[in-house]
């Protein structure tokens, strides 16, 4: 009897761990719980659709394609460890991810170690592809360039010359607020204010500062997240202060208008490197699809995730049509990505040596009077290459 | 740039005083049980933040049911006092008094418990908000009643009708501590606690049922401090106490740990630093020191008051009692 016993347990090991072999996860990493959730679950729900989208064409190589969802928490130390299981894992070769450029730079380089590709949907640090690393990409813009395009919108457009900026002292929003800064500066605009802040709920002295500075600032620029943009606009149009706002596309979530409350919402102007649904024409049938699929609408995020994982999918099948229809090494994936060339949703997707792509998307926007994200007007689309490219 | 100062001081105290009776109200709840059990209770911070969310449960829900706002508040006020003060008396039961039972010498063991307690708390919250709304910020609804505004000494002040709100709240409750303390039975069978707490018990005082009540009391004006401070900032997350709640504790060491007049003292100038030096910074240095130090500041100013008067502003030196 025993005998048996292990015979048939042999045999089942046997078989799951031939049915193992043919495994290829794909792994995201983003917040998916504590304050920036809403953005985080964007990104695992994009990249989700995608995949299932693909399994039948996997299936028909003999390969299974599972989603395995990380929750970085917006914190590099959960990210790096995160990353270090990732890597253990020899069925993951792809990674898409992550949301913050605080956490995406330090996992990338555990990714680096083994050579495992990661798309980023949403990282903008200059940092994230300076480094140069082979395995690092991201098909959104940069903060360089994000920045300074909210600046010449605001100089040229909005004819704003004094300026009050506030960031909220991390590498994203304070680097964002930087080269806001810079430019307006270069064009010959003024910042009469430069504050950084982690205040969450009490934005008062700020608000006094801005009612005191001179000369009078006609824009507050905020560098930072919606969690704590909303609140200090709720505060700020409390106190009865009308200044225009703008931020970068920390602001870019639905939960900001909850937060600031519509009317305090209504016509902040933003910048976003990962553009509406509205934006472009052929992400409304993946819309859609979305929606029956998780009962909520895609934001940016989800759309540039849903690309992310498209890209490393198409690498993949490049890489495995490659290796004569055997599993692809991560190296070989990794260069498949940046040999990569395609349409994405989001527009034409091919990375420089950098990673990043060759021709990003920026946007200027502004929020809905209705509070609806959805309706939030698209007021400029720039494509810029990003600097040093080659 | 003296100018710019003056033009705005009436706004930074008027701010500063409202911030200054939250910070009060909270630093009454550690002074207290302090002053009973010699415990710094740290979870007294999110008593505060259960509160507040509280508040935000009860706008959501009767907000849309009862149309004037000052009964909605009241409500909310009533019901954030009760449940926090009764987390409170679940936290002493629970948590301490079975170390006190066990005889604990050591005043570490409380300490840590307290800190283990409080981060129970905040994912507790977290998790409840979590499974019920799936929200993690939490928004106070505004009530029409409640939003006014107007300007006071020629538009020198500006002030929303919830700072007034604020104010004469906590001072209604700060009289009627004062009152509660020195003028009946209670009061003085939670001083004689505080006293000496095995003299108490023997002249028929039951010391547990006395501790209980301080942290009923001390919870619901944490509870209480919660709501008013969702009411004035408008955004609470499960871990809001935290930063409010190390700022009253200072208040209450600042104005002489164990003295209730202090902790209130302790707050209000606290609260005048913080808004002082948020505001300032970047005027007086230039622009180079910004808003980001404003608790650096006040802090560092901390340390030298205590330096010169360790035991606090209104506090009393302390004899071994022998």
């Known amino acids: ?340 060339r395609m349409e994405g949703l989001t527009g034409s997707i091919e990375f420089d040596d950098k990673g990043d792509n060759r021709k990003a998307r920026y946007f200027v926007m502004q929020v809905a009077e209705t509070g609806n994200w959805a309706e939030n007007r698209v007021i400029r689309t720039i494509e810029m290459a990003a600097p040093g490219s080659r | 740039m003296l100018e710019q100062i003056l033009a705005l001081l009436p706004q930074v105290i008027f701010d500063g005083l409202v911030l200054g009776f939250v910070y009060a109200m909270v630093a009454l709840g550690y002074t207290m049980v302090y002053g009973v059990l010699e415990l710094i209770n740290f979870a007294h911070a999110e008593i505060f933040m259960i509160g507040a969310v509280v508040g935000v449960e009860v706008f959501r829900y009767l907000g849309p049911q009862i149309e004037n706002g000052l009964i909605l508040l009241l409500v909310a006020l009533i019901l954030a006092g009760a449940i926090s003060g009764a987390t409170a008396i679940l936290v002493e039961r629970f948590a301490y008094r079975p170390l006190r039972k066990r005889g604990t010498t050591n005043r570490l063991v409380p300490l840590v418990t307290a800190i283990g307690v409080s981060f129970v708390l905040q994912d507790l919250v977290r998790l409840i908000e979590g499974l019920w709304h799936n929200e993690f910020f939490l928004r106070m609804r505004t009530v029409e009643d409640l939003e006014g505004s107007f300007d006071l000494f020629g538009g020198a002040i500006f002030v929303q009708s919830k700072s007034l709100i604020v104010i004469v709240v906590s001072i209604l409750m700060l009289l009627g501590l004062t009152y509660l303390v020195n003028r009946t039975k209670l009061g003085v069978a939670i001083r004689a606690v505080a006293q000496d707490l095995q003299t108490a018990s023997l002249m028929g005082i039951d010391p547990d049922r006395i501790i209980s009540r301080t942290f009923l009391i001390g919870g619901s004006l944490g509870g209480v401090a919660g709501v008013l401070f969702a009411l004035q900032y408008t955004i609470i997350t499960p871990y809001v106490g935290f930063l409010p709640g190390i700022k009253a504790f200072t208040a209450a060491v600042l104005g002489g740990i164990g003295n209730i007049p202090g902790a209130m003292l302790g707050g209000l100038v606290l609260g005048q630093l913080e808004n002082f030096f948020g505001t300032y910074l970047p005027i007086l240095t230039n622009g180079n020191l910004g808003t980001e130090y404003k608790d650096v500041v006040a802090f560092l100013l901390l340390v030298f008051i205590l330096l010169v008067r360790p035991q606090g502003l209104l506090g009393q030196v302390v004899r071994e009692k022998v």
Do not use: W
């Not at chain 1, 806001?180 to 934005?203: D, Y």
């Not at chain 1, 998780?294 to 540039?304: A, L, P, S, W």
């Open chain 1, 1 to 340: 009897m025993r005998k048996i016993g292990l015979l048939v347990a042999g045999a089942a090991a046997l078989g799951m761990a031939l049915g193992q072999a043919n495994v290829i996860k794909i792994a995201t990493q983003s917040p998916l719980s504590g304050p920036q959730a809403a953005l985080g679950e964007q990104i695992r729900l994009g990249a989700e659709l995608a995949i299932e989208e693909a399994r039948a064409r996997f299936r028909a190589l003999g390969f299974e394609l599972q989603l395995v969802p990380y929750d970085d928490q917006a914190n590099p130390d959960v990210g790096v460890a995160n990353a270090n299981r990732i890597i253990n894992d020899p069925d993951i070769l792809g990674v898409v991810g992550h949301l913050n450029s605080g956490v995406a730079i330090p996992a990338s380089e555990v990714y680096a170690r083994v050579g495992l590709v990661m798309v980023s949907p949403a990282n903008t640090a200059p940092r994230v592809t300076d480094r140069r690393l082979p395995n690092v990409n991201r098909i959104c813009g940069r903060d360089d360039v994000q920045g300074p395009v909210g600046a010449e919108y605001a100089f040229n457009n909005l004819r704003v010359r004094n300026v009050f900026v506030i960031h909220d002292k991390t590498a994203y929003g304070q680097g964002l607020a930087e080269e806001f800064r810079k430019r307006l500066e270069a064009l010959g605009g003024r910042a009469v204010g430069f504050v950084g802040t982690e205040e969450q709920a009490n934005f008062v002295p700020i608000i006094n500062q801005i009612r005191a500075a001179r000369p009078t600032p006609e824009l507050i620029y905020f560098g930072g997240i919606y969690s704590q943009i909303g609140p200090f606009a709720k505060q700020l149009r409390e106190r009865g202060v009308r200044t225009r706002l703008m931020g970068g596309d920390g602001l870019d979530s639905s939960e900001f208008v909850r937060l600031a409350g519509r009317e305090n919402a209504a016509g902040t102007f933003y910048t976003t490197v990962a553009g509406p649904v509205s934006a472009f024409p052929k992400a409304r049938e993946v819309a859609q699809r979305f929606r029956q699929r998780y009962g909520r609408e895609i934001e940016g995020f989800g759309i540039y995730a849903y690309d992310s994982a498209n890209v490393i999918l198409a690498a993949l099948e490049n890489a495995i049509r490659a290796a004569g229809g055997r599993k692809p090494t991560r190296e070989q994936v990794s260069q498949a990505v940046r040999q990569l």
